[in-house]
């Protein structure tokens, strides 16, 4: 209980008790959300995202599958009419699956077997366990669309599962991001070709929740490749941000 109990207290300091933080996050995502606008969070966690878009006047669908993480995103936006919590994984295909949990680091829970075999080699997850599993219910982004409509914006940040979710999309979405990190690099190059496959996109990376752009103008995919080459060797996470291009 007390793992548990820190857990979550570590996630709420790091993404909630930041001074600045919240302003940063509002005037990085105005760039793609405005009153009005659907955005999907899928991989809520403790809800940092859902509170910046809520600012910028959006209509959120916050999906988190953790048990725990649910209890606090319910308390924090559970009576706002323009937030749907979404008790729900996102795959390729509706159903079940095993969601392997870290009491102590919630934020690399993961439904990927693969990616937690990948990134346990590494040394800055030496000290991270999955101690406990639980089956959730598993919905697609393409299901999602047809409830909620289609999104101006969607994060995914599901720890290795993103290649599932995007199996899951027939269409492309005006705007999204998807976590890159150097130590599964192959998997960050799939996904990043599903996204070259679904949509004439455009590219930028923002390192490790700086909310800062990598680089002035946006990227093509090549590029990108090349900028994940000089990323590599830091060892530094971050997320990649693809917009469609302006037709």
Not at 150 to 170: Q, T, Y
Not at 171 to 194: C, I, K, T, W
Not at 201 to 230: D, H, I, K, Q
């Amino acid at each position: 209980m007390l793992t548990r109990a820190w857990g979550i207290a570590r996630s709420l300091i790091i993404y909630h008790g930041q001074p600045g933080r919240h302003r940063r996050l509002v005037r990085f995502y105005g760039q793609f959300l405005g009153p009005g606008d659907v955005a999907f969070d899928i991989g809520a966690h403790v809800g940092s995202r859902v509170r910046a878009w809520r600012s910028l006047g959006a209509r959120v669908i916050a999906v988190e599958p953790q048990p725990d993480l649910l209890r606090v995103l319910r308390t924090f936006f559970g009576r706002d009419d323009q937030v749907v919590i979404a008790p729900v994984a996102v795959g390729a295909t509706p159903g079940t699956a095993q969601l392997a949990l870290s009491t102590a680091t919630p934020t690399v829970s993961t439904l990927s077997t693969s990616w937690r075999d990948t990134v346990s080699a590494d040394r800055s997850f030496a000290k991270v366990r999955w101690d406990r599993s639980v089956e959730v219910p598993v919905t697609t982004l393409d299901e999602m669309i047809k409830e909620y409509g289609e999104p101006a914006f969607c994060k995914i940040d599901v720890e290795g599962f993103e290649a599932e979710v995007l199996a899951g999309l027939s269409n492309p979405v005006r705007a999204l991001s998807f976590e890159y990190l150097p130590m599964a690099h192959d998997a960050g190059l799939a996904v990043l070709g599903q996204v070259e496959a679904l949509g004439d996109y455009e590219y930028n990376y923002s390192p490790v929740e700086t909310m800062r752009w990598a680089r002035e103008s946006w990227m093509s995919a090549a590029e990108l490749v090349a900028l994940f080459g000089e990323i590599r060797p830091t060892g530094r996470s971050g997320d990649v941000y693809a917009r469609l291009r302006a037709s």
